[in-house]
């Protein structure tokens, strides 16, 4: 998470990057771009706004040598010698080109900037950024000719979403630099993550807790959903909740006796299905953790709690209210209608 109230771009330049696949070739600025006020205002939202409320960061990786890992010796070099920038730059463009490992990795604008001032965790330091534009919109542009004003179309950058980005932080911890990362064209997770920053996600609370979080999803929708129903799953992902919230530090042991209570099938399902998680996903989901609060808070509103029916009526238990479902919610069958039903239970409309 970043604070860019103090922050400014010092150097920016944008190159065009191909695709080895369909003979798009690499082209390259010169120098670097000299922004009026007005593009100024602009552009430096556009690159920074999307990192502003991210909690997981990322480090650099290499299988031998960190300091072979090509963005992590780049941004390295950047920030020792500014001068370096613009030759910099270039290099990681071609960098990139060498991932397009199939065709439809998209060609693109491809923008490095240099931010200065950038707070990372109450640290004033330096940015690299790098961000890809894969996608253009169809706009409209007037002219008069002929003394009518005429239109016609033109392709430009939506400011309203980043393609692809990431930030390098001149910010080290025990794990490296910190690397925070955004992709809102995902047509391809290992392009971007892997193959092109080749970094890794921090051991830290946020990974923890996004660990954690992913987990009990998944096993709501998986286990619970399927063996217990769906009143289950909502009432397992409140409990959850409330747990973690009311927390500061997880424990799963005191999780398991708190959200399963007496129910021992579940707590050995939920054991088995953490190593299989674990298995799966190539993640370790600790048993002790700090709780990040800022995860929690991104992630409460994606944990879905609808029962719908086939009788096109939904309800929508409130996962802030973990004992709702089993004090206010019963199932049952109608032996005349041949239906299953359930009745809600309630002092006032609101």
């Known amino acids: 998470m970043i604070k860019r109230n103090r922050a400014q771009i010092s150097k920016f330049i944008i190159h065009k990057v191909g695709n080895k696949f369909n003979s798009a070739t690499n082209v390259f600025s010169e120098n670097v771009t000299t922004f009026d006020e007005e593009s100024y205002h602009l552009m430096f939202p556009f690159l920074l706004k999307p990192f502003a409320n991210i909690a997981e960061s990322y480090r650099f990786n290499h299988h031998a040598d960190i300091t072979l890992n090509e963005l992590n010796n780049y941004a390295t070099k950047v920030f020792d010698d500014e001068t370096a920038f613009i030759e910099i730059s270039k290099h990681i463009v071609n960098h990139l080109y060498e991932q397009s490992n199939s065709a439809q990795i998209k060609?693109?604008?491809?923008?490095?900037?240099?931010?200065?001032?950038?707070?990372?965790?109450?640290?004033?330091?330096?940015?690299?950024?790098?961000?890809?534009?894969?996608?253009?919109?169809?706009?409209?542009?007037?002219?008069?000719?002929?003394?009518?004003?005429?239109?016609?179309?033109?392709?430009?950058?939506?400011?309203?979403?980043?393609?692809?980005?990431?930030?390098?932080?001149?910010?080290?911890?025990?794990?490296?630099?910190?690397?925070?990362?955004?992709?809102?064209?995902?047509?391809?997770?290992?392009?971007?993550?892997?193959?092109?920053?080749?970094?890794?996600?921090a051991d830290d609370?946020?990974?923890?807790?996004?660990?954690?979080?992913?987990?009990?999803?998944?096993?709501?929708?998986?286990?619970?959903?399927?063996?217990?129903?769906?009143?289950?799953?909502?009432?397992?992902?409140?409990?959850?909740?409330?747990?973690?919230?009311?927390?500061?530090?997880?424990?799963?042991?005191?999780?398991?006796?708190?959200?399963?209570?007496?129910?021992?099938?579940?707590k050995q399902l939920f054991d088995e299905y953490k190593k299989r998680f674990e298995e799966e996903n190539e993640v370790l989901v600790r048993n002790q953790f700090a709780v990040s609060d800022i995860v929690l808070k991104k992630?409460?509103?994606?944990?879905?709690?609808?029962?719908?029916?086939?009788?096109?009526?939904?309800?929508?238990?409130?996962?802030?209210?973990?004992?709702?479902?089993?004090?206010?919610?019963?199932?049952?069958?109608?032996?005349?209608?041949?239906?299953?039903?359930?009745?809600v239970y309630f002092n006032e409309e609101m």
């Open 107 to 201: 060609t693109g604008d491809v923008i490095i900037a240099l931010f200065e001032d950038i707070t990372y965790k109450e640290v004033v330091t330096q940015a690299l950024g790098i961000f890809k534009i894969e996608n253009k919109i169809d706009f409209f542009q007037t002219y008069m000719e002929d003394d009518v004003l005429d239109v016609y179309v033109q392709k430009g950058i939506s400011t309203k979403k980043l393609d692809k980005g990431c930030l390098i932080i001149n910010f080290t911890d025990a794990e490296g630099k910190v690397v925070l990362s955004v992709d809102n064209n995902n047509y391809d997770a290992q392009y971007w993550i892997k193959n092109f920053l080749n970094v890794k996600l």
């Open 205 to 266: 609370n946020n990974q923890h807790t996004q660990n954690y979080i992913t987990l009990c999803k998944d096993f709501s929708e998986e286990v619970i959903k399927e063996d217990f129903g769906m009143q289950e799953k909502g009432k397992f992902l409140a409990k959850t909740v409330d747990f973690i919230k009311e927390n500061e530090t997880v424990n799963i042991h005191d999780f398991k006796e708190v959200v399963f209570e007496e129910n021992e099938q579940q």
């Open 299 to 343: 992630q409460k509103p994606k944990m879905k709690t609808e029962i719908k029916l086939d009788t096109h009526i939904q309800i929508k238990l409130d996962i802030d209210a973990p004992d709702a479902a089993e004090e206010y919610l019963e199932k049952g069958y109608d032996e005349v209608k041949k239906m299953k039903y359930y009745k």
